[in-house]
């Protein structure tokens, strides 16, 4: 089983700025990697695939970039309605997908 | 648009079975792969398995395998997931997620249920 961890666990961010988040395989998953937002009471949306492009409606503010081990969700200038939980999910170890913990990202 | 519609939340007691529904519209049901995720109480996303609704084939994430049954219905564009021999830690929210490529799967997921909450208590 592939292990994806993410970093920080929480991040605190003040609107406007820019946050980072990391998501690391324990093994390579070539570009096979997605990432998704969550807020409280909702389902995940799908916000990138193929580890940098955006899923459809996504803003421009969201990009990803890495390939391998290693991946960085940026979200370039902060909303408030970005504040939310992170999950990253690998989906190049088949037939078993698997998801970061979670960052979440909070306001500072 | 795109739809993915639940049944209603459950409590069910430890060794029984459970089966959520999740009925699509807005597209072919029959297209896309569904699949199931689940989120434990305060927890991270765990992918169980999907079910190629044109032709009803399966593949389910070993931790499941004996306990996981998914189907589907595509007079009704339905898709089920019945989990057995429920446990306390199978207390959890049950989502479906539409696999965003058509016809084989991707397998990330673009458009989801809206979660049913199924709660083993005795």
């Known amino acids: 089983e592939i292990v994806m961890t993410q970093s920080p666990a929480t991040l605190s961010v003040s609107p406007g700025e820019r946050a980072t988040l990391s998501c690391r395989a324990s093994q390579s998953v070539s570009s096979n990697l997605a990432w998704y937002q969550q807020k409280p009471g909702q389902a995940p949306r799908l916000l990138i695939y193929g580890a940098s492009t955006r899923a459809t409606g996504i803003p421009a503010r969201f990009s990803g970039s890495g390939s391998g081990t290693e991946f960085t969700l940026t979200i370039s200038s902060l909303q408030s309605e970005d504040f939310a939980v992170y999950y990253c999910q690998q989906y190049n170890n088949w037939p078993l997908y698997t998801f970061g913990q979670g960052t979440k990202l909070e306001i500072k | ?122």
């Open chain 2, 1 to 122: 648009q795109v739809q993915l519609v639940q049944s209603g939340a459950e409590v069910k007691k430890p060794g029984a079975s459970v089966k959520v529904s999740c009925k699509a519209s807005g597209y072919t049901f029959s297209d896309y792969y569904t699949h199931w995720v689940r989120q434990a109480p305060g927890q991270g996303l765990e992918w169980m398995g999907w079910i190629n609704p044109n032709g009803g084939g399966t593949n389910y994430a070993q931790k499941f395998q004996g306990r996981v049954t998914m189907t589907r219905d595509t007079s009704i564009s339905t898709a089920y997931m019945e989990l057995s021999s429920l446990r306390s830690d199978d207390t959890a929210v049950y989502y479906c997620a539409r696999d965003q490529c058509s016809g084989s799967s991707c397998p990330f997921f673009d458009y989801w249920g809206q979660g049913t909450l199924v709660t083993v208590s005795s």
